[in-house]
């Protein structure tokens, strides 16, 4: 199967040379790597050309955007730009971010995955972070979540759901959409990656005002919203920002902002998270 892989990256160059040496060591290779350099004010773009001299499978295609890290939108459109730059001769669709280490079999596994089930539509492994000299279980990670780092589309289910939202909660409603097709979203916790940079570490108080919003445009309702909010907050060791995904949510409520799935799609959204829900509390 063929894969292609875009990259969004911004001053990424501590973390680049990592993530492609370890696409470049991968026992079956990416037709494409697109690495897109969004406003890098660093040797991002140098490093990865010297990668692609070598390896002509990578390239580098440059974006200029606003510097202000919202999580979500920033990074899709950069996701997107180089979306523009592939062709359509791909089985696979790979969005990664530019501070992860892969192991070498990653994609040889992804790729077995998705051959051995024609109605699986998304693959992932799992991130781990370096604590006390120790690689362990990045704690934002649910088992039946791929994180919004490392990605794998079928191309049929990536063309169904509509690509990838560029709005905060893009990496949740995707999952969601998968589902509301009957595809199938396979995690593999044998694939450890090493994802060097923690999670939303430099997201400000706007940003966590987003989190709430995307409750909102997911279709959660207020409910579901709350109960998800108090769950993200304490998993992240900072409960008092419950508070701020809940002023998010109404926020957004208030202004009436689109929602990033139809009527239909929010209402079995909604029957779906509430299922968990009950399914995990009386387990």
Same mark, same amino acid.
């Given at each position: ?224 919203? @709350?109960?998800?909010?108090? /769950?993200?907050? !304490?998993? =992240?060791? &900072?409960?008092? $920002? *419950? ?22 799609? @929010?209402?079995?959204?909604? /029957?779906?998270? !509430?299922? =968990?829900? &009950?399914?995990? $509390? *009386?387990?």
């Amino acid at each position: 199967m063929k894969f292609y892989i875009i990259i969004p990256s911004h001053n990424e160059e501590e973390f680049i040379a990592l993530t492609l040496q370890s696409l470049v060591n991968q026992t079956v290779l990416p037709t494409k790597v697109v690495v897109v350099n969004d406003n890098s004010t660093d040797s991002t773009p140098e490093i990865v050309l010297n990668f692609a001299e070598k390896h002509p499978w990578i390239s580098l295609v440059n974006k200029t955007s606003d510097a202000i890290h919202l999580p979500g939108s920033k990074v899709i459109q950069a996701f997107q730009k180089g979306l523009e730059s592939i062709d359509e001769d791909y089985d696979l669709i790979v969005k990664a971010d530019a501070d992860l280490i892969f192991p070498p079999n990653y994609f040889e596994t992804i790729i077995q995955h998705f051959q051995s089930d024609a109605s699986i539509g998304m693959v992932g492994g799992f991130c781990y972070i370096e604590k006390n000299g120790e690689w362990i279980l990045e704690n934002l990670t649910d088992k039946d979540h791929i994180r919004g780092a490392l990605k794998a589309y079928r191309k049929a289910t990536f063309k169904q759901i509509g690509g990838l939202r560029a709005q905060m909660g893009w990496d949740t409603v995707d999952e969601l959409l998968c589902k509301f097709y009957n595809w199938k979203v396979v995690t593999d916790e044998s694939l450890h990656v090493k994802h060097l940079k923690p999670t939303g570490a430099n997201y400000n108080k706007t940003a966590r005002y987003k989190q709430g919003e995307a409750f909102y445009t997911l279709g959660y309702g207020f409910i579901i919203t @709350a109960i998800a909010s108090l /769950k993200l907050a !304490l998993r =992240k060791g &900072k409960p008092f $920002l *419950f508070i701020d995904y809940l002023i998010g949510f109404w926020k957004a409520k208030s202004t009436k902002k689109p929602l990033l799935v139809s009527a239909e799609q @929010a209402q079995f959204i909604r /029957k779906y998270r !509430l299922q =968990k829900m &009950k399914n995990k $509390l *009386f387990r």
